[in-house]
T-cell receptor, first 111, second 115 residues
Framework: GNSVTQMEGPVTLSEEAFLTINCTYT??????LFWYVQYPGEGLQLLLK?????DKGSNKGFEATYRKETTSFHLEKGSVQVSDSAVYFC??????????FGTGTRLQVFP | GAGVSQSPRYKVAKRGQDVALRCDPI?????LFWYQQALGQGPEFLTY????????KSGLPSDRFFAERPEGSVSTLKIQRTQQEDSAVYLC?????????????FGQGTRLTVV
């Protein structure tokens, strides 16, 4: 079946460090891929998405590229801020409207 | 309101009690989803409505779970005879149409604790 695997956290970084959160997927076809973010005390929010191979999603300095050859959608940011501290979820949808989520990766950024 | 609203935010139920969780989606949104999020896990799909039609209920874990959206707007997730394993955060999301084309907006969830 379709599934998403993402790196376990927590990821702990100093402010202005480079961030990578790995995400790989298993799907029978070509899914749409998403990153959602959950800030403390808030609901899940869409961060970025890509709907076909080689697409790059970007938002708020975060980027992720849909890599069909490696079935990956890694999240990156060049310089993290304390305000980026949150839980990040990789997700896919394929042939339906439901989202299949990974287990989430907690990011902690210290000044 | 501007976003997806869920109530109550917190619910404590005694084992065996019935509960009803409410979701007010964004006005005009066609699609509505329910997800269950256990502690430390990602959300897991429960069920999906397009307007008032329940198109997919494959994620409902047992026949104790029931969801409805009778007028294509507000939705209720009902859990009968609650069990401890039902303890989780229940998330509602709505989107204008398809998730791959339009953004899904999530509510803050209802945290259910069964004691």
């Amino acid at each position: 079946g379709n599934s998403v695997t993402q790196m376990e956290g927590p990821v702990t970084l100093s402010e202005e460090a480079f961030l990578t959160i790995n995400c790989t997927y298993t799907a029978t076809g070509y899914p749409s891929l998403f990153w959602y973010v959950q800030y403390p005390g808030e609901g899940l929010q869409l961060l970025l998405k890509a709907t076909k191979a080689d697409d790059k999603g970007s938002n708020k300095g975060f980027e992720a590229t849909y890599r069909k050859e490696t079935t990956s959608f890694h999240l990156e940011k060049g310089s993290v801020q304390v305000s980026d501290s949150a839980v990040y979820f990789c997700a896919l949808s394929y042939n339906t409207d439901k989202l299949i989520f990974g287990t989430g990766t907690r990011l902690q950024v210290f000044p | 309101g501007a976003g997806v609203s869920q109530s109550p935010r917190y619910k404590v139920a005694k084992r065996g009690q019935d509960v009803a969780l409410r979701c007010d989606p964004i006005s005009g949104h066609v699609s509505l989803f329910w997800y269950q999020q256990a502690l430390g896990q990602g959300p897991e799909f429960l069920t999906y409505f397009q307007n008032e039609a329940q198109l997919d209920k494959s994620g409902l874990p047992s026949d104790r779970f029931f969801a409805e959206r009778p007028e294509g707007s507000v939705s209720t997730l009902k859990i009968q005879r609650t069990q401890q394993e039902d303890s989780a955060v229940y998330l509602c999301a709505s989107s204008l149409y398809r998730v791959s084309n339009t953004e899904a907006f999530f509510g803050q969830g209802t945290r259910l604790t069964v004691v």
